[in-house]
């Protein structure tokens, strides 16, 4: 057995693999594959080693910065996605004319009163 580096599928090194010595070649090794027999160098923080076919390089390991395009919903837009639909809002008004109370009154003024106007 002889331990061998391990490769991604763009060159960079990910860790350690085990090759096996050749049954029909004694002191030849069988290297699995996306792996290398090579000497890993030193990397260094924020590094990381790319295998160019015949030696490591080092590279900086990109930084990635999340952009949020995601804007704040207006005062409107929180209250269109809290409003009950027209449909559960009439038959709000009906009952309440029906049985003398206000429902769609408390909820709507509930809602107003939550995302006020600027």
Known sequence: ????????????????????????EPGAYLIPKNCVDAELPT???AKRAKWTGDQFIL??????IEQTTQQELTY?????????????QLDMLYWDKMNQ??????SITKIKTKYPKP
């Open 1 to 24: 057995m002889k331990q061998v580096i391990q490769l991604d599928s763009n060159g960079y090194a990910i860790g350690f693999s085990i090759a096996d010595e050749s049954p029909l």
């Open 43 to 45: 990397i260094p923080e």
């Open 59 to 64: 590279e900086d390991i990109p930084v990635i």
């Open 76 to 88: 409107y837009e929180k209250r269109e996605a809290e409003y009950p639909n027209i449909k559960d």
């Open 101 to 106: 109370t206000s429902t769609w009154e408390d």
